[in-house]
């Protein structure tokens, strides 16, 4: 029986845009043009979010999806090697124009099924409803800009370089079978950050869900069979006995994933040449905030508010540890236990919510140990209820003074503990982040010009992003992402991907009349897709 103060819903109070009356079970997944049936194992999905029938309490079930195995992940990669055919694939091998046509009706059938990719979302992996539409509607962004990016792109390629009595032309050449994995956070706007530009640079790929939210993916099943050739996208469900035989195979060029360095470390190393496998990565992070005495107070306090914990804390470019100046700590913490008050708990729907159920299992005793480890350090929790468990939800714990004997300080919590380090000397963030392993994203919090310059030379060598005044993030996404140290390889944005997600490649001949009259000749009656002169509109 739950306590009479738990906020998790009777089934019967759940507003109806939200109820799920039937689990949404997936027997299906794409695999070279066609949607197949799995007649093996399957995945329970259930989710975060507990629900009471007559005051007994149960994690939801919102549905399950295919298990599959290793001869599965064989099937793919023979698919995925099929549509690629050496490079002489039909994908592979079409216009630029042609490709971007396919990703622009695969856009618009998304659209149709917007509501329930939203509604999977919001459960699956308990994000705020607002924030899960923004998600979606962010995704729909990234794909127009990336394509207008790749007529851009394709633009300044649409001619003929003369050098040195050689004509050549320089394009950019798709690098072969791709796999595709997101993480749970952003399941779909961050698997999409690498999908799209796969595809348009004409890669064939194998889309592999993460753990969570991966239910989401199958409304668009149908969309990725009827938009694409056979075998270009294939979507497939499970773990790493899955992906496993596909890196074994050698046959995949391009892992694109997000998440863990350790992860992404034993992946590389499944793959028989390492050296020929193009890594597209996003990794870990732990991105520290800088306060200093100059600060303005309400600027800093919000904006570390809202970068510790927005969606939890639940992401890669959250603020996860914050250095304030010893002289204004008080007030510091004063002001954000304050601004704790806006960042309401509940469940996804409730308007306004900020922190919300946790879906990684295990998750609230990894948090909950590390606010004991800090306490049996000498830090303390400042906030009231701070730490308080409610099943999945777990209460923002605000922990002070925080040092390096802690757990906290060192590790990336991934969830709403803010742990809070007083400094007297600058070099004592600036040390922090020269030591960390990671290296993607920093914010410095002052109003003298002097002592933002003193701070931004030297850390635009440790991270890269250097944030004045402001959270964390990942947008505009026409900005670069990425990261140093252990937190990125290769870069994610708009532009950056598709050259991320192919190589430069040229087509070159002396210029001999009886040569110009030969590439003349191919441009001018489109013979060819690669040497062409045409303007893409």
């Not at 007649?39 to 005051?55: H, L, Y």
């Not at 549905?63 to 592979?92: H, I, K």
């Not at 922190?355 to 299992?361: A, F, G, N, S, V």
Request: charged letters at 20%.
């Amino acid at each position: 029986m739950s306590s009479p103060n738990t906020l998790f819903p009777e089934e019967s109070a759940i507003p109806e845009p939200f109820r799920i009356d039937t689990p949404l079970e997936v027997s299906e997944y794409l695999l070279d043009g066609r949607i197949e049936q799995w007649g093996g194992e399957t995945q329970r999905v259930d989710s975060a979010i507990e629900t009471a029938v007559d005051g007994v309490y149960a994690p939801k079930h919102i549905g399950s999806c295919p298990d599959m195995d290793e001869a599965a992940g064989a099937a793919a990669v023979a698919s995925t090697r099929g549509a690629w055919d050496n490079g002489m694939g039909l994908w592979p091998t079409m216009s630029v124009a042609g490709r971007i046509k396919h990703v622009e009706d695969f856009t618009h059938r998304m659209i149709e099924v917007r509501d329930e990719i939203v509604r999977l979302m919001c459960w699956e992996i308990g994000k705020p409803y607002k924030e899960c539409c923004v998600e979606f509607d962010r995704t729909i962004e990234y794909v127009r800009d990336t394509i207008d990016a790749l007529k851009e792109l394709d633009r300044t390629s649409s001619r003929f370089v003369i050098e040195s009595g050689i004509y050549a032309q320089v394009r950019r050449a798709p690098l072969g079978p791709t796999l595709c994995m997101g993480p749970y956070n952003y399941p779909l706007n961050e698997t999409f950050a690498t999908l799209i530009p796969a595809l348009l640079m004409g890669n064939p790929v194998i889309i592999k869900p993460p753990r969570h939210g991966k239910l989401l993916f199958a409304p668009l099943m149908e969309a990725f069979r009827d938009c694409f050739p056979a075998g270009v996208v294939n979507l497939i469900f499970g773990n790493r006995r899955l992906v496993k035989p596909i890196l074994e195979s050698g046959v995949v060029n391009v892992l694109a994933f997000i998440g863990s360095s350790e992860a992404a470390n034993a992946m590389r190393l499944l793959h028989p040449s390492p050296n020929r496998l193009r890594c597209i990565l996003g990794l870990g992070a732990k991105n520290a905030a800088v306060v200093m005495e100059s600060a303005d107070m309400d600027l800093a306090v919000s904006e570390a508010v809202s970068g510790s914990l927005s969606f939890s804390g639940q992401r890669c470019t959250a603020l996860k540890i914050l250095f304030v100046h010893e002289n204004v700590v008080d007030e510091f913490i004063r002001r954000f236990n304050e601004g704790l008050k806006n960042m309401p708990i509940g469940m996804p729907w409730v308007d306004g919510v900020r922190i919300t159920p946790l879906p990684e299992p295990g998750k609230i005793q990894y948090l909950t140990d590390l606010v004991a480890d800090a306490e049996a350090h000498g830090a303390k929790v400042v906030n009231p209820g701070g730490g308080a468990v409610d099943r999945s939800l777990f209460h923002p714990a605000v922990l002070y003074p925080v040092n390096g004997q802690m757990k906290v300080y060192h590790e990336e919590q991934f969830g709403p503990v803010v742990p809070i380090v007083p400094f007297k000397d600058v070099e004592t963030p600036i040390r922090y982040i020269i030591e960390s392993r990671y290296g993607q994203q920093m914010s410095i919090f002052s109003d003298d010009a002097a002592e933002v310059a003193s701070l931004v030379d030297p850390m635009v060598n440790q991270v890269c992003r250097v944030n004045v005044n402001c959270l964390c993030q990942r947008g505009p996404d026409v900005f670069p992402f990425t990261g140093r140290k252990d937190s990125a390889e290769g870069t994610l944005s708009v532009g950056d991907a598709l050259r991320c997600f192919s190589i430069r490649t040229l087509v070159a001949a002396k210029g001999t009349p009886r040569n110009k009259a030969l590439l003349s000749d191919i441009a001018r009656n489109h013979k060819s897709n690669f040497l062409s002169t045409d303007f893409i509109m």
